[in-house]
C-alpha cells in the first residue's frame, strides 16, 4: 500500500526548530570508572585537523570518531570509540550558543541523570563532556561549582545567548548507546510482518513507558524515529530515546504554570498521571489531542504509543513533508488531506477510531480492544503505563 503523505503541516513543538536525531548501541559498556582521564581532557577526537576543537591541543582524547551518522539544525551524531576499552558509542555533539540549543541538551541531560536504575529498552547513557575553548569537563547535574554548567541553566532559563563570538564556542557531548540497528522505522519496513515481533515489541515499550513514569519522566515526544535497534543478543532488542522534549517531573513542588498542585505530595512525590503540563511539544501525527491544547499529563505518552503500534502492526504509514521519508503513522483521511489522529479528535471528540484500519489485518479483538483505549479522546478513559503493561502482557497480536 502506497504510503499516504502529509501536507506542509510543521511538527508541533516548543519553538526551537528542527530537532537534533538521537544517538544510535552497541556490546559492552562504553568504558569502565577507570578510564577517568584528569578533567581538561579532550572527550573525543577526529583524525583529520578540522575536527579538532577550538583552542589548542589538550590531553589525550576518550574517544576517536568515526563517522557521522546523523544530523540536525543543532548538532551532529558520530559513531565513535572508546579508546581505551575499544567500545563503540554514539557521541552526539551540540553547539550550546543558542538558548533552545542548551534547552534540548539539559532536558536530555537531566532525565538521563534522573534515572538510578538501567533499563534494558532505555538508551544508555554513560557521560555528558561541557566543552569550551578545546577544555573539557566531565559534567554532573546540580554542580554548582561549575560556574558553566550554571551558566547554561542561566541561559535556558532566561533564554539568552550563551557566548558572543564563534572563538567562545561551547559544545556539550553525549556519550551513549551505539545502536546498530537503525530506528522502529528502518527495521519494520524492512521485513515481513511477524506477529511474534510484534508483540515483542509491544512488551518492550510498554515496558519501557512504564520505567519512565515510575521513575517520573514523562518522554512528550514518542515515535518510531526515536525508538532504535540493537540485536547484539541475537534478538531485536529495543531502546527510548531522545529526551530532548522530556520533562522530570520529580521533586517539583506543587505551584507555577505547569502544575495543578493535585500530582505532588508531601514529599515531592509525583504521580505522572495527575501532574498537568502546558508546554504543546511533540511531533504532529503521535499527540494526543489534549497536548494540542497544551493541558495533559503523562497519559499523551499512552496515546502516542497506542499510534506507534496500531501503526505498526498495520503497517500504516505516511510520508513526512519536512524529510520525504516514509514514516509509521497512523492518521485520518479528510478528503485529499491526512490529520493527525489526535488533532482530529481535539476537532470531534465522539469520531469513533477504525481499527483495523485494513480489511486483511488479522488483528485479535485484545489488541483492537486495547488499542481504542489507548487512544480514547479523553486521557481519563486511557490505561495508565501500570495498567497498560499489565494489560500488554495479557493480549496476542494476530487473531
Request: proline letters at 5%; a positive charge; aromatic letters at 6%.
Amino acid at each position: 500500500m502506497e504510503a499516504a503523505k502529509s501536507s506542509e503541516r510543521k511538527r508541533r513543538r516548543r519553538p526551537l526548530g528542527q530537532r537534533l536525531p538521537a544517538p544510535l548501541t552497541v556490546n559492552g559498556s562504553c568504558r569502565s570508572s577507570e578510564e577517568e582521564e584528569e578533567e581538561g581532557a579532550k572527550p573525543v577526537e577526529k583524525e583529520e585537523k578540522s575536527a579538532r576543537p577550538p583552542g589548542g591541543e589538550v590531553s589525550r582524547p576518550r574517544y576517536s570518531l568515526l563517522a557521522e551518522i546523523g544530523r540536525g539544525t543543532y548538532g551532529v551524531v558520530y559513531e565513535a570509540v572508546a579508546r581505551k576499552s575499544g567500545a563503540r558509542v554514539a557521541v552526539k555533539k551540540i553547539r550550546c550558543d543558542a538558548p533552545e540549543n542548551v534547552e534540548l541538551a539539559l532536558s536530555e541531560f537531566w532525565a538521563l541523570t534522573s534515572l538510578r536504575r538501567r533499563h534494558p529498552n532505555i538508551v544508555r547513557f554513560e557521560e555528558c563532556v561541557l566543552q569550551r575553548n578545546g577544555l573539557a569537563q566531565k559534567m554532573s547535574h546540580g554542580n554548582k561549582s561549575s560556574h558553566l554548567y550554571l551558566r547554561l541553566v542561566e541561559a535556558s532559563l532566561k533564554g539568552e545567548r550563551l557566548f558572543g563570538s564563534p572563538e567562545e564556542a561551547c559544545y556539550l557531548w553525549f556519550v551513549m548507546e551505539f545502536c546498530e540497528g537503525g530506528d522502529l522505522n528502518q527495521y519494520i519496513l524492512s521485513r515481513r510482518p511477524d506477529p511474534a515481533t510484534n508483540k515483542s515489541f509491544m512488551l518492550q515499550l510498554t515496558s519501557a513507558i512504564a520505567f519512565l513514569h515510575k521513575n517520573q519522566i514523562v518522554h512528550r515526544d514518542l515515535k518510531p524515529d526515536n525508538i532504535l535497534i540493537t540485536e547484539r543478543s541475537g534478538s531485536p532488542v529495543l531502546k527510548v530515546a531522545d529526551f530532548g522534549l522530556s520533562k522530570v517531573c520529580a521533586g517539583l513542588a506543587p505551584r507555577g504554570k505547569e502544575t495543578t498542585g493535585e500530582g505532588v505530595n508531601e514529599n515531592r512525590t509525583v504521580n505522572v498521571n495527575k501532574y498537568w503540563l502546558s508546554s504543546a511539544c511533540g511531533s504532529d501525527f503521535y499527540m494526543a489531542p489534549e497536548v494540542w491544547e497544551g493541558h495533559y499529563t503523562a497519559k499523551a505518552d499512552i496515546f502516542a504509543l497506542g499510534i506507534i503500534i496500531w501503526a505498526m502492526i498495520e503497517r500504516i504509514t505516511f510520508v513526512d513533508a519536512e524529510t520525504k521519508k516514509e514514516l509509521l503513522g497512523t492518521y485520518i483521511k479528510q478528503g485529499s488531506e491526512i490529520v493527525p489522529v489526535g488533532e482530529a479528535l481535539l476537532e470531534n471528540p465522539k469520531m469513533e477510531l477504525h481499527i483495523p484500519q485494513k480489511r486483511r489485518t488479522s488483528m485479535s479483538e485484545g489488541i483492537r480492544q486495547l488499542l481504542k483505549d489507548m487512544l480514547a479522546a479523553n486521557p481519563q478513559d486511557r490505561p495508565d503505563a501500570f495498567e497498560l503493561e499489565t494489560r500488554m502482557d495479557q493480549v496476542t497480536c494476530a487473531a
